[in-house]
Nanobody
Framework: QVQLAESGGGLVQAGGSLRLSCKVSGRTFSTMAWFRQAPGKERDFVAT????????TYADSLKDRFTISRDNAKNMVYLQMNSLKAEDTAVYYC????????????????WGQGTQVTVSS
């Protein structure tokens, strides 16, 4: 069973940057992703990275500011977030894709506990 543990969240001023990390226990050859969920809202797709790291996808509104990457030797997945805005405030989740198809939460079975990101304006 794969376990995921996020870290790196916190409070940051608008315009600042944060780097989130996801520690993956156990080997996985899966696509990995970041999702986020703001209070009272659905869990939204942020970005994916293929096993090799050569292929990435992003939510259209985030691709100019966020960068996903992975280091398989360290079993880590990262999300670099720049030029943060108040609307980026959310709990950010790392997830492992277990079903084919679109990047929707139901195609991901393994989730971390989430890390809170708060952007003050």
């Amino acid at each position: 069973q794969v376990q995921l543990a996020e870290s790196g969240g916190g409070l940051v001023q608008a315009g600042g940057s944060l780097r989130l990390s996801c520690k993956v226990s156990g080997r996985t050859f899966s696509t990995m992703a970041w999702f986020r969920q703001a209070p009272g809202k659905e869990r939204d797709f942020v970005a994916t990275v293929s096993y090799s790291g050569s292929s990435t996808t992003y939510a259209d509104s985030l691709k100019d500011r966020f960068t996903i990457s992975r280091d398989n030797a360290k079993n880590m997945v990262y999300l670099q977030m720049n030029s943060l805005k108040a609307e980026d405030t959310a709990v950010y989740y790392c997830a492992r894709k277990t079903r084919p198809g679109g990047d929707i939460p139901s195609n991901y079975d393994d989730w971390g506990q989430g890390t809170q990101v708060t952007v003050s304006s």
